[in-house]
T-cell receptor, first 114, second 116 residues
Framework: KAGVTQTPRYLIKTRGQQVTLSCSPI?????VSWYQQTPGQGLQFLFE???????NKGNFPGRFSGRQFSNSRSEMNVSTLELGDSALYLC?????????????FGPGTRLLVL | DQQVKQNSPSLSVQEGRISILNCDYT??????FLWYKKYPAEGPTFLIS?????DKNEDGRFTVFLNKSAKHLSLHIVPSQPGDSAVYFC???????????????FGKGTHLIIQP
């Protein structure tokens, strides 16, 4: 099976702009989670989507949003970008058959906000 | 408040010897624990996991031990190989009453360096 794919891999934006990142999960996986990795805060959970619904949410402002499509692909949007949003954004998928799920990560999208 | 802690930012081990990476947690609701390996500019790669109902899980060179009473887990790599040099993250999750699990809570990582 192909792994989790994320596009684009690299992105440069300026403050105030918005950005949309895309994630395609492993075939058959219905749950998609998003994480932000920064040097200071480490890896932090943003939100999780399952069956096109946000099922769980981390502690991030409303500028961070997402959605999931019927084919389980997911997009994450960040509006009104701030310098502190510069980070590696990681998407992970799981088959969500049980509560104890292993999440498999994509390569990430490196976002630089200038 | 860090719920998952990896207190050693880095660890240097000779090739062929055992690498032991440690992780402590504070949230007693965590019931599933995972170890990931990460290279720079790549996503984390899943290594091994353990459920809270077990105290040991083994997969090839990798063994994870869980001590629930101490809220401590460790990853043993035997024997260590040069390709094991990477950052290792400990992660934990808890069951949600509405289904599925909470998002993974990660430690800050331990940079393992295997010396030839």
């Amino acid at each position: 099976k192909a792994g989790v794919t994320q596009t684009p891999r690299y992105l440069i934006k300026t403050r105030g702009q918005q950005v949309t990142l895309s994630c395609s999960p492993i075939s058959g996986h219905r749950s998609v989670s998003w994480y932000q990795q920064t040097p200071g805060q480490g890896l932090q959970f943003l939100f999780e989507y399952f069956s096109e619904t946000q099922r769980n949410k981390g502690n991030f402002p409303g500028r961070f949003s997402g959605r999931q499509f019927s084919n389980s692909r997911s997009e994450m949007n960040v509006s009104t970008l701030e310098l502190g949003d510069s980070a590696l954004y990681l998407c992970a998928s799981s088959d969500s058959r049980g509560a104890q799920e292993t999440q498999y990560f994509g390569p990430g999208t490196r976002l630089l906000v200038l | 408040d860090q719920q998952v802690k990896q207190n050693s930012p880095s660890l240097s081990v000779q090739e062929g010897r055992i690498s032991i990476l440690n992780c402590d947690y504070t949230n007693s609701m965590f019931d599933y624990f995972l170890w990931y390996k990460k290279y720079p500019a790549e996503g984390p790669t899943f290594l091994i996991s353990i459920s809270s109902i077990k105290d040991k899980n083994e997969d090839g060179r990798f063994t994870v031990f869980l001590n629930k009473s101490a809220k401590h887990l460790s990853l043993h790599i035997v024997p260590s190989q040069p390709g094991d040099s990477a950052v290792y993250f400990c992660a934990a999750s808890a069951i949600r009453s509405g289904g599925g699990a909470d998002g993974l809570t990660f430690g800050k990582g331990t940079h393992l360096i295997i010396q030839p």
